[in-house]
């Protein structure tokens, strides 16, 4: 069951430092970024490719590449970024404390909170930068296994956005 437990992102361990399941949480993390569309869409289809690439993972490794697009739109922001309330909340009571959110962020919006003083379960996550957060930017809520990160509504921050191809 703690293979489970792991997998789904119930555990209750404060830390997955020094624990057997490590690679369990990493193939999580990484089969929920390739459902949001980080990698390549040709996914190997024999039994063999795949196991290659579960071991890749477990290893450490990425077994794909973000694509790089030519023509992708980019956003430029019509106003200072601190006038925009764009930004995760999380709910302290929904957070289990598995840091999928921390690992995804690459702006580094999320932190772990103070420390449980039981010592029993892992710290809640904070949203300690919210202003790192891009704009319009939706991907730490699906990966949320808890449920515990919303957003507010983008209709109303399309008006700050300005899309713009990138010819570069």
């Known amino acids: 069951m703690l293979v489970f437990d792991c997998f789904f992102g119930r555990c209750e361990k404060p830390s997955c430092d020094g624990c ?3 690679p369990v949480r990493s193939l999580r993390v990484m089969l929920k970024s390739r459902s949001m569309g980080d990698f390549e ?5 024999t039994d063999e490719a ?4 579960v071991e890749k993972v477990l290893a450490g490794k990425s077994a794909h590449t973000k694509p790089q697009a030519s023509g992708k739109r980019k956003k430029r922001l019509l106003v200072p970024r601190e006038e925009i309330p764009w930004y995760p909340t999380i709910n302290p009571d929904l957070c289990n404390g598995c840091a999928d959110c921390k690992v ?3 702006p580094g919006v999320f932190e772990p909170g103070p420390p449980d003083p039981e010592g029993i379960h892992r710290p809640k996550f904070l949203v300690a930068h919210p202003y790192k957060c891009i704009v319009l930017c939706d991907r ?6 808890s449920g515990a990160i919303k957003l507010p509504p983008k209709e109303d921050f399309e008006k700050y956005v300005e899309y ?5």
């Not at 869409?41 to 289809?45: G, H």
């Not at 730490?140 to 296994?145: A, F, G, L, M």
């Not at 713009?164 to 570069?168: H, M, R, S």
């Open 164 to 168: 713009v191809d990138d010819n570069a």
């Open 104 to 106: 995804l962020c690459k």
């Open 20 to 22: 057997l399941l490590k």
């Open 50 to 53: 795949w196991k290659k690439e």
């Open 140 to 145: 730490c809520v699906p990966i949320c296994t």
């Open 41 to 45: 869409e040709d996914v190997p289809q």
